[in-house]
RNA sequence: GGGCGCGUGGCGGAAUUGGUAGACGCGCUGGAUUUAGGUUCCAGUGGGGCAACCCAUCAGAGUUCGAGUCUCUGCGUGCCCACCA
């Protein structure tokens, strides 16, 4: 008996209606005095830039449900959302369109907070800040203040990274294959006096504690472990041959071929360059030229596709142990920034030397062969590998592990060399030469010198209404700003004009949530110690070396000063999400193939976008977007809506704790449907696999039954259908939430279906009472018999060989063995 | 050049521990309902064959009673680092 419908799934209607409502209910407020286990879930927060396309929605859907489903698993969830304010494109829309950055950015957050409340999303909003804010960044500069006391800060000359399109110097991190990160324009190098952070005081704890991330993905561990780039080897120096002051330190991992260097290869910044002119001034000539011809070249052009190429500069090292006479190059692929400038080359077994070397016909002398190997006449390729030394003096005959150790002992002995470790990455530098940041709270004064600014006259304010031309730094040419006094003597002094990366910011941003409005401190470490770490950390790969690198470090400065404390880490699980394509790129503003969200709301509703972004892929995959698709959420959404209106009416109350008394086989299979979906849910959350695609595909088979069901009137009042769709409800929270509390307050509840539980799966609900037995001969299959679960092997046997196909298969010949898996095969090898 | 992944229908994907390959969705085909359909519902949809069956998870080999899953080789593809001594 078919019946009319009367009304449709108004998701307009519906959608504003609830979120209004949860809003006004508050039922996403966090509590600290919740006696629930603790789960902190956090996507990385967004950069304020305008508008938010469905590339954005991917990622705050996936975090937003995967927050609900451990609120229904009964976890005390905390899930806040703010903004990392501070940053170059507000200050580019300055200088572009004339614009104030503070009202720029504010008006983006105000916007983006729209969206991001118009996705549905569940956060506690009373836990959002700005990092823009003041009462943020007055503790950027108080913890720079601290970190300053511990030597973690300092200012020092260096060759830095300046971007002339941004007109700042720029992280090593934020130097990607030689371009800005941020406009891709070729980064200059420059010697400038700047802040750094002493990253490398921690890089062997950011390096060992890798390994405690079990819930990070391998590729991200892998790329900081690169990173970070530690390496064990020998820092020795050279003699200069008539040059006593001048000592060339050099810095090998591979001291074991020490009797096969043939030359000095040094960078042309290095400063014993200077010393080695004036030993040989015939020279000088050809080096200054050399040297002057790197540095008009872009950082881009010197390290990629670069020929090696270096000149002589008419001095010589002499080898502290076979006492050989070697020239010393000055050379364009030494970096000035490792080690010590300066390298033994070794032509016979490195590659870079062996180009070098026979570009320049430097002699290559071979002392490592290949384990078992005689030499066998000039090498074609460096021999990079360990091996066997010879012509290595007293080393000769040893293995490359041996001779490492005695020589690097032997070097000690002689007072000339050490065992060392190297980082390949450097301090980081903050110092940015811009306005729309947090400005450094320092003082300079002609009597005292560099002079901290004191706790209590924090924060620094960055001064409002201050022109902004793209031409120097801002905060320099603002006398009010820059002018003050000094705070230990009184006298006029000079402010500090640079402002701290933005990294800063979000370095520490995790902690504040969970006391996001204290006055005195950062955070209260009382407060903080039962809400750390982090337990689900979302974000996109782009981060593994900037943020990710950062905030671990922060992390174990606040664990040493005792701000916080337990496990030394501050994000236990990482999540990259995939990213959503569209004509099979990558869905972005600056490609120009942005699909926005508030289109999508207005013509296909919230929980259909929602749907199709979790359902279409696991999160961490790449996610094409299509139209399609999503129409094809919107036609899920309506068979729900279709299944479940004949009850609206009919309002009556269901208990869901426990089973329904049901008898046949299609209403075992409905409530089995809805255990089926229950269960993969509650897998997923529990493994932390959170593949929640699978679980929307349990659902649609649900729906499918349900549908079939419904239309006939006769299964109204059926305690199988009954139950199921007031589980439906509970089953669409997470992913549907608006039309799962419309569903659930039509069926007669009177409060929101997100303050619920999730249904523990019933084993007795996912029992089946026939199992499918294949069976197989030769490992292939032949069969499928219907059996009752437990069945012993040997009835399964006796049942299989009855098919006639198994017959068939088996034929004359005898069974050799048979293998049995309960319940799921039998293979009956002839 | 080095490191780390990944290759399953027309498409997105499922198969979590080696045990029914292709769940679920999209698309497509046919049918029903409708004045109409860009609605809804039903059925079909990896390839071959009339059929019994055979073939099929990039290609090739191996381990195993049994391989999408484990091992090796090759090919393709993606990402990251690219002179780091």
């Known amino acids: ?56 929605a991917k990622n705050y859907t996936f975090g937003d449900a995967l927050a609900r489903m451990m609120r229904m698993q009964g976890y005390n969830v905390l899930h806040p959302m703010g903004w990392d304010a501070f940053g170059l494109p507000a200050e580019n829309a300055a200088i572009q369109r004339g614009v104030d950055p503070d009202s720029w950015t504010r008006s983006n957050i105000a916007n983006m907070q729209r969206q991001i409340r118009l996705m549905g999303t569940g956060y506690d909003w009373t836990r959002e800040f700005a990092t823009c804010d003041p ?123 020490l009797f096969g260097a043939t030359y000095v290869a040094i960078a042309a910044e ?17 080096i200054e030229a050399f040297r002057d011809s790197l540095k ?110 005695a020589l690097a002992q032997r070097l000690e002995a002689m007072g000339i060399g050490k065992t060392t470790v190297n980082y390949r990455f450097r301090d980081w530098l903050i110092s940015r030469q811009r306005y729309w940041g947090t400005p450094i709270p320092i003082i300079y004064c002609p009597k005292d010198g560099e002079v901290p600014v004191p706790d209590d006259q924090l ?52 902690i504040r949530y969970i006391d996001p409005h204290n006055e005195r401190a950062p955070w209260d470490p009382a407060r903080v110690r039962p809400w750390m770490p982090v337990d689900q950390y979302i974000g996109g790969a782009e981060h593994a070396v900037l943020h990710l690198l950062y905030a671990r470090f922060f992390y174990k400065f606040f664990i040493d000063m005792g701000w916080c404390t337990g496990p030394p880490e501050p ?59 999503i129409s094809g959420r919107v036609r899920f959404l309506a068979r729900v809506w279709r299944a479940s209106e004949p009850f609206f009416a009919r309002a009556k109350s269901v208990p869901l704790d426990r089973l329904p008394q049901v008898d046949g086989e299609a209403q075992r299979a409905i409530v089995r449907a809805v255990h089926v979906a229950l269960k993969s849910g509650a897998d997923e959350t529990n493994t932390r696999r959170f593949h929640f695609n699978t679980t929307t595909a349990r659902l649609d088979e649900l729906v499918n039954l349900l549908t079939a069901a419904t239309r006939d009137s006769r299964y109204w009042d059926d305690p199988a259908v009954l139950y199921a769709i007031h589980a439906l409800p509970i089953l669409l929270a997470p992913f549907a939430p608006h039309m799962a509390d419309e569903l659930w307050s ?24 026939e199992i499918t037995l294949v069976v197989q001969v030769n490992g292939k299959v032949r069969a499928r018999i219907q059996a009752e679960p437990g069945i012993d092997e040997d009835r399964a ?28 095969l039998l293979n009956l090898v002839v």
């Open 270 to 286: 290095h400063p014993v360059v200077e010393r080695l002119m004036q030993a040989a001034p015939k020279k000088r000539g050809v």
């Open 1 to 56: 008996m078919l019946e009319e419908r009367s009304t449709t799934y108004d998701f307009h209607a519906i959608e504003s209606a609830w979120q209004e409502r949860w809003e006004r209910d508050r039922i996403y407020l966090t509590r600290d005095d919740d006696q629930r286990p603790k789960y902190y879930v956090l996507e990385m927060f967004p950069y304020p830039s305008g508008d938010l396309h469905v590339g954005h």
């Open 135 to 257: 009462a943020y960044y007055k503790w950027n500069q108080w913890l720079f203040l601290r970190m300053y006391e511990k030597g973690l800060v300092y200012k020092r000359e260096a060759p830095v990274n300046w971007c002339p399109v941004d007109q700042t110097v720029l992280a090593n991190e934020q130097v990607e294959g030689g371009v800005c990160w941020r406009c891709g324009s070729p980064v200059e190098r420059r010697n400038l006096s700047q802040w750094f952070l002493k990253i490398t005081a921690y890089a062997d704890r950011l390096l060992q504690d890798l390994d405690l991330l079990e819930g990070w993905p391998e590729r991200i561990k892998v790329m900081q472990r690169n990173w970070i780039g530690r390496s064990e080897g020998v820092t020795f120096s050279f003699d200069v041959e008539g040059v006593a002051d001048a000592k060339i330190s050099v810095f090998t991992t591979r001291i074991d071929t």
């Open 746 to 769: 039509r069926l007669g509840y009177a409060t929101s279906v997100h303050l619920e539980r999730w249904i523990e799966p019933d084993a007795a609900a996912l029992a089946v009472a």
């Open 571 to 629: 994000f236990t699980r990482l999540f990259n999400q995939g990213t959503l394509l569209y004509n099979g790129e990558k869905m972005s503003k600056s490609r120009g193939n942005v699909i926005g969200i508030d289109d999508t709301v207005e013509r296909h509703g919230v929980d259909a976008m929602r749907l199709f972004l979790l359902a279409a892929a696991p999160a961490e995959d790449a996610l094409p977007w299509t139209e399609e698709g």
């Open 459 to 510: 924060p620094v304010f960055l001064p409002a209404n201050v022109p902004i031309t793209g031409q120097g730094s801002p905060l320099a040419n603002d006398p009010s700003f820059i002018n003050t006094t000094c705070p230990k003597c009184g006298g006029p002094a000079r402010r500090e004009s640079d402002t701290m990366d933005t990294f800063f910011d979000s370095s520490w941003y995790y």
């Open 296 to 405: 008009s070249k872009s950082e881009l052009e010197r390290t990629s596709l670069m020929e090696k190429t270096g000149v002589f500069t008419g001095t010589y090292a002499i080898n502290p142990l076979s006492h050989e006479k070697i020239p010393i190059w000055v050379t364009n692929y030494v970096l000035a920034e490792y080690g010590t400038g300066a390298v033994m080359a070794v032509p016979a077994h490195d590659e870079r030397d062996f180009d070098f070397a026979k570009k320049h016909g430097l002699p290559i002398a071979q002392v490592i062969v290949p384990p078992g190997v005689q030499v066998d006449g000039p090498l074609t390729e460096a021999y990079v590998e360990d091996g066997r030394l010879i012509a290595s003096g007293d080393y000769t005959g040893m293995s490359s592990t041996r001779a490492r150790a």
């Open 797 to 824: 046997f006796s049942l299989a060989l009855a098919e006639k196909n198994v017959k068939d298969f088996v034929g004359e010949k005898s069974v050799r063995m048979r293998v049995y898996v309960q319940d799921k």
